[in-house]
T-cell receptor, first 118, second 107 residues
Framework: DTGVSQDPRHKITKRGQNVTFRCDPISEHNRLYWYRQTLGQGPEFLTYFQNEAQLEKSRLLSDRFSAERPKGSFSTLEIQRTEQGDSAMYLC????????????????FGPGTRLTVL | DAKTTQPNSMESNEEEPVHLPCNHSTISGTDYIHWYRQLPSQGPEYVIHGLTSNVNNRMASLAIAEDRKSSTLILHRATLRDAAVYYCILRNTPLVFGKGTRLSVIA
């Protein structure tokens, strides 16, 4: 399977603990996105990378959240001092380099990591 | 960012065509119209996108109004596997999702 993979698929943690999620994008995709989705809502953007550079961060991304993509391949999303409000599905997506003249791209999503904070 | 408006839910019988509408009256001239869908317990998946002309692919068709203020995603023959939340999206990088339309397909 050469799709986007995420690990773990499920995580249960206690309030105050730190958690880290991993995303492996499709090979040769240079853009990688993180989204968060709560029940009944559409996904909300958190941050995205082009290669190893973090190009945009949402205001939703508090200082307890940090994301990295050190070698421009896989990415990690860490949440420090988790709160019950952090319970959500965390989705990762990747997209290939844009061809010349192309103004849009297609994002390919992973299955997500479901976080439950007790 | 331009806003999209979609019905909260729609229902279709299996094997029948489904027309999912989206209003985007404040769309700018350079905004592409994207559709993604999210099946239960899965991440979203790309369906189709277009700028001005109608588009077809193996999954669906996209009909875009001449003034671009609305569009319609057409599933030609709905199957039970098409039951999902369908999102109409203008901003692409990153994607800005609304609440979408929940499509139920009845056998």
């Amino acid at each position: 399977d050469t799709g986007v993979s995420q690990d773990p698929r499920h995580k249960i943690t206690k309030r105050g603990q730190n958690v880290t999620f991993r995303c492996d994008p499709i090979s040769e995709h240079n853009r990688l996105y993180w989204y968060r989705q709560t029940l009944g809502q559409g996904p909300e953007f958190l941050t995205y990378f082009q290669n190893e550079a973090q190009l945009e961060k949402s205001r939703l991304l508090s200082d307890r959240f940090s994301a990295e993509r050190p070698k421009g391949s896989f990415s990690t999303l860490e949440i420090q001092r988790t709160e019950q409000g952090d319970s959500a599905m965390y989705l990762c997506a990747s997209s290939p380099p844009r061809r010349r003249g192309k103004l849009t791209d297609t994002q390919y999503f992973g299955p997500g990591t479901r976080l439950t904070v007790l | 960012d331009a806003k999209t408006t979609q019905p909260n839910s729609m229902e279709s019988n299996e094997e029948e065509p489904v027309h999912l509408p989206c209003n985007h009256s404040t769309i700018s001239g350079t905004d592409y119209i994207h559709w993604y869908r999210q099946l239960p317990s899965q991440g979203p998946e790309y369906v189709i996108h277009g700028l001005t002309s109608n588009v077809n692919n193996r999954m669906a068709s996209l009909a875009i109004a001449e003034d671009r203020k609305s569009s319609t995603l057409i599933l030609h023959r709905a199957t039970l596997r098409d039951a999902a939340v369908y999102y109409c999206i203008l901003r692409n990088t990153p994607l800005v999702f609304g609440k979408g339309t929940r499509l139920s397909v009845i056998a």
